[in-house]
């Protein structure tokens, strides 16, 4: 697919726009704002993860750069999340896998999986962009993007040669939603739609299954695990089925008092909240995707009782399960 022309206006720069924080640009992450002194260029105040954030705190609309760093722990929201590198690459542990996104590419993702970024190298900063999910659905895209996004894949594409165009994109959109002008953002909206109708269709008519070996999508590369991530991965592939400490701890031949110490060291969070978020995560998708009871949605995520399921979402959510389904699935049809 050719890229865009080198005339685009997405590659002139809008000196004119303020870059004053808007409320919304204020949501973006901590210090991820945009500065311009009078009669200089812009300047970034790079934006970083707080592991103290609530898991699904919303960010709303945002497009700003982060600085890369090793996140303490998962980070769970229910928004698209579109990352770009243009130099380096990242590596990200996403629902129990290890996935490298390499210089140049687009990743997308649907981020109420539990995403971490846990290495970084020849970069020094990357853009983030969140989409809030009802929005996402309504663009009515192809299903080669949606469905696999929904299903917890990770999906990377970008112009071969041509990170500069994607990197003067996000720029121009952060600008945008930073100014607080209605019709600027107006047109940052109707922009990211259009590069996501072009990502889909970069995108393979089939996503391959998880586990599937080399029939994995090539755009992402997978790198060995150590112990805490073989757990995560382990727990990943196996949290709708009966599952215990010991079960994970002998999964990777580990006792379960060192595991569960491990495993809090290196992801800052307990092995039974980790298995309690994958599966909220996959409620979530059987929720928006499926037509299930809700006693069987619970049932098919691992959880052994409807009320302990009403708790655990609501507590993860903010809502009950019903509320989600009525609120999302709409635009899913």
Not at 120 to 149: A, K, N
Not at 162 to 189: C, F, N, P, Q, Y
């Amino acid at each position: 697919m050719g890229s865009l022309p080198e005339s685009s206006s997405l590659i002139a720069p809008r000196p004119r726009v303020s870059t004053r924080p808007s409320k919304m640009a204020g949501r973006l992450t901590k210090g991820a704002v945009i500065e311009r002194p009078l009669g200089g260029e812009a300047r970034w105040r790079l934006g970083e993860f707080d592991p103290k954030r609530a898991d699904f705190a919303p960010y709303g609309f945002t497009c700003t750069r982060w600085s890369p760093r090793r996140m303490a722990r998962p980070d769970r929201h229910n928004e698209v999340e579109l990352n770009f590198v243009g130099e380096g690459s990242l590596t990200y542990l996403l629902g129990g896998r290890r996935l490298v996104v390499e210089a140049g590419q687009l990743a997308v993702f649907w981020a109420a999986i539990p995403h971490q970024l846990i290495e970084f190298e020849g970069t020094q900063h990357y853009f983030v962009v969140t989409i809030p999910l009802d929005w996402f659905l309504r663009r009515r895209l192809p299903d080669r993007l949606v469905q696999p996004l929904l299903q917890g894949q990770l999906i990377c594409a970008g112009f071969p040669g041509r990170w500069d165009l994607e990197e003067a994109r996000l720029t121009s959109w952060a600008i945008d939603l930073a100014s607080g002008d209605a019709d600027l953002m107006r047109a940052m909206h109707l922009e990211l739609e259009a590069r996501l109708l072009r990502f889909a269709f970069q995108c393979p008519e089939r996503i391959p299954e998880v586990g599937g070996g080399s029939r994995r999508l090539p755009i992402v590369r997978e790198g060995g695990m150590d112990k805490a991530e073989q757990m995560a991965r382990h727990i990943a592939l196996s949290c709708t089925e009966p599952l215990t400490v010991q079960a994970v701890a002998e999964a990777v031949h580990l006792h379960p008092r060192f595991a569960m110490g491990l495993f809090h060291r290196v992801f800052g969070t307990t092995l039974v909240n980790y298995v309690t978020q994958h599966r909220i995560s996959h409620a979530q998708r059987l929720l928006v995707t499926t037509d299930l009871r809700i006693v069987d949605v619970g049932a098919a995520s691992g959880f052994g009782s409807l009320s302990r399921f009403n708790i655990a979402f609501r507590r993860a959510c903010g809502c009950s399960p019903r509320d989600y389904r009525r609120i999302h699935r709409a635009q899913v049809q």
